[in-house]
Each structure stands twice: as structure tokens, then as C-alpha cells.
């Protein structure tokens, strides 16, 4: 039988995620759109593999020495192709079968993942964070061997150690020697008689620590960072998985994010739009000054170049966008409604001519029409 687990570089008891996650990796690498077409057999030895030991019942037959899905000559309940029949008789034959060893008890530990909140001043400087975690680190009383202190794991009676036994099993050329996993002691081949009792026999314990996580300038909302090594460390002392943090930012109260550029809105009042002029303006570095041209228009979008957010692993920034809205006033006093219908008179606009333009003919609706080639 062809060996599954060392196809997809697996350990006997691993989980199915642990099986589903190096099958895709192996996929991604062999797969004959990227590895070429003389990687095709390579694939479809990796695609069996995941397909049989993926599936329950037909990774608890191949752990039984049966060959689930082999096509033709097997017998009825044997499952054994006629190449995997006369392997396994010539290996019994020759002393050979004995299994693939004893299974480790040390595994790599799981991936965990976390979440923080941050400013939008945090998400377009960068920032260090200290977070707490709750993880499993190796225990400091047994140092990982899963036993108490001064003991040491003793050797399986059933199989002496190879982690596996043998049984013979009925084909139609007669009764094959196939191998399987030791239930006394799980394929370890080794039993804990006196576990430690600080981990209870797992190598490990949970606690919380802290870890500094470096967010750099220019993460979104959702943006992932990866702290390898950071994850929780695994059975029996085996080496940690990775940390993940995930960015959640927060509504800012003046400014809008659309990618590394910034949005606000800023009211003027008509004779400021008319006559021009310079406003300060707080932004995230701090006040700027922002020049208003004269004959400023409503919704006009006046630009502070490199004032946005930082671009992510790139330099620069982006821009910050000031949406300008012009205030009419609702109500005049005499001396002022004067003013206004001299200047009404001066510029001949006492009665002014309606001019029609199509409804929706804003700047977002220009906009519109122009993405669209319109």
C-alpha cells in the first residue's frame, strides 16, 4: 500500500484540518498548471492521499491495511489492489511489515487569532501594541515530557515499542499480514504511567502573556498580521503556531476613509466662496492651512496633497480631500439686505434668468457620467 501519510508529510494521528492543510499546500506546489505537466502523477498520488484519508471511514479502512477505492481484483471486504496483495505478501515473507514506526507524541501547536481596535491616526502612522494573550506554553515543571519529574514514558507490552501490530486478515489468495496502529498505547509506543501533574500529562498549560505587535502605517479595517511563532505551543512541547492579529479601525468623527486617501466637509460662507480665502483646519498632522480660491464653487473638493493615510509597505501617503459646502444666510438685516441688492443691481442680477440643466447634474452625478464614458 502506497503510504498516504508520508505523501502528504503528515504523522499518523493527525487531525483532519492538519490533513486538509498540508494537501493544500502540496496542491498549490504540484499542481500541473504551475509544476508542469510532468508533475501530473505527483498530483494525482497527493490527490489520493487527501481523498482517503480526508474521509473517515475510508482512512479508518487503510489504517486497517485495506486499500479503499483500488480498482479491480480485490476481494470481497479486502479492498487490496493485486500490486498492494503481493507487496504485502513478500513483505511478510521477508520479515518485512512491521509497520512505520511509532508515532511522536510532540506536535506543532494551532494557529490562534486576535483582534484589536485602533485609532485612524494608529492605522495611518503605524503603531506598537502591547495586547494580552491566553495561550498554551510549554510546562516549566516537566519541560514538555508529559511526565512527572524523575519518570520517563515505559515501553508498550502490545508492541513493544514499534507503536503498531500486526493482524492477519482474509483476501482471495488467502490470508495477508497487515499493519495497524497499537490501541494500548495510540501508536506511541510508549505509555505514561506517572503523567505530570502540573499539565496533567500534555506537555503544556495556558496562561496569558503579553506580546508586542508592530502595526505598520497604512492597515485597513480587516488587514491581518502574522506573528510567526507566536501561536500556542503544541502537544507534549511541540513547536508553537503562528499568532494573527487582526486590525478593526475605528469611525472617525470628522474624517471618512476611502483607501489611503481622507474625506471631510468644511462650511463657507458665501462671501468667503465669492471673495476667497484661507482657512485653518485640523487634520491628523496637526492645523494646515487651507487656501480658498475666490468664485469657489458649492461642492468643489479642494486637495491637501500627502496628508491621507500612509501607503502599506510603500512610501508616501495619500491625500486629504476638503468637501466645501457654501452657506446662504436665511435671514438679513436691513443694512445688510441693502448691501445685497446694490450688489444684485451692480452685477445686473435684480431678475435673473432661469437656466435649465438636467436633474442630478452634481458633481457626483458628473463623476458618474465620466466613469461611465458618458
Known amino acids: 500500500m502506497t503510504d498516504y501519510y508520508a505523501t502528504l508529510g503528515v504523522s499518523r494521528d493527525a487531525t483532519t484540518e492538519e490533513i486538509k492543510r498540508a494537501y493544500r499546500k ?11 505537466a510532468d508533475n501530473a502523477d505527483k498530483f494525482k498520488e497527493i490527490a489520493a492521499a487527501h481523498e482517503v484519508l480526508s474521509n473517515a471511514e475510508k482512512r479508518q479502512m487503510y489504517d486497517m491495511g485495506q486499500y479503499p477505492g483500488a480498482g479491480g481484483g480485490g476481494g470481497a471486504g479486502a479492498g487490496f489492489g493485486f500490486s498492494d496483495i503481493f507487496e504485502t505478501f513478500f513483505q511478510a515473507a521477508s520479515g518485512g511489515g512491521g509497520g512505520r514506526g511509532p508515532a511522536s507524541r510532540t506536535r506543532r501547536g494551532q494557529d490562534a487569532l486576535l483582534r484589536i481596535s485602533l485609532e485612524l491616526s494608529e492605522a495611518a502612522f503605524g503603531v506598537s501594541k502591547d495586547i494580552e494573550v ?16 524523575g519518570t520517563s514514558p515505559t515501553t508498550c507490552e502490545v508492541c513493544h515499542g514499534r507503536g ?3 493482524r492477519m486478515a482474509r483476501s482471495f489468495l ?8 497499537c490501541a494500548n498505547c495510540s501508536g506511541f509506543g510508549t505509555i505514561i504511567t506517572d503523567p505530570c501533574t502540573e499539565c496533567a500529562g500534555e506537555g503544556r498549560v495556558r496562561t496569558r502573556r503579553t506580546v508586542r505587535v508592530n502595526v505598520p502605517a497604512g492597515v485597513d479595517d480587516g488587514t491581518r498580521i502574522k506573528l510567526t511563532g507566536q501561536g500556542e505551543v503544541g502537544p507534549a512541547g511541540g513547536p508553537p503556531g503562528d499568532l494573527y492579529v487582526e486590525v478593526r479601525e475605528k469611525r472617525h468623527p470628522l474624517f471618512t476613509r476611502r483607501g489611503d486617501d481622507l474625506h471631510c466637509t468644511t462650511e463657507l460662507p458665501m462671501t ?17 492651512e487651507l487656501d480658498i480660491r475666490p468664485g469657489t464653487q458649492p461642492d468643489e473638493i479642494v486637495t491637501l496633497k500627502g496628508l491621507g493615510i500612509g501607503h502599506l509597505n510603500g512610501g508616501g501617503r495619500g491625500d486629504l480631500h476638503v468637501h466645501v459646502q457654501v452657506t446662504v444666510p436665511t435671514k438679513l438685516d436691513d443694512s445688510q439686505e441693502t448691501l445685497l441688492r446694490e450688489l444684485a443691481g451692480l452685477r445686473g442680477e435684480e431678475r435673473p434668468e432661469a437656466r435649465l440643466s438636467p436633474a442630478g447634474n452634481g458633481v457626483f452625478s458628473r463623476l458618474r457620467e465620466k466613469l461611465h464614458g458618458r
Open 26 to 36: 502540496l496542491a498549490r506546489q504540484h499542481h500541473p498548471d504551475v509544476a508542469g
Open 134 to 149: 491566553e495561550t498554551a506554553v510549554i510546562c516549566t515543571t516537566c519541560q514538555g515530557s508529559c511526565c512527572r519529574p
Open 164 to 166: 503498531s501490530v500486526q
Open 174 to 181: 488467502g490470508q495477508v499480514m497487515t499493519t495497524s496502529a
Open 272 to 288: 468667503a466662496a465669492a471673495l476667497g480665502t484661507v482657512l485653518e483646519l485640523e487634520t491628523l498632522d496637526g492645523v494646515r
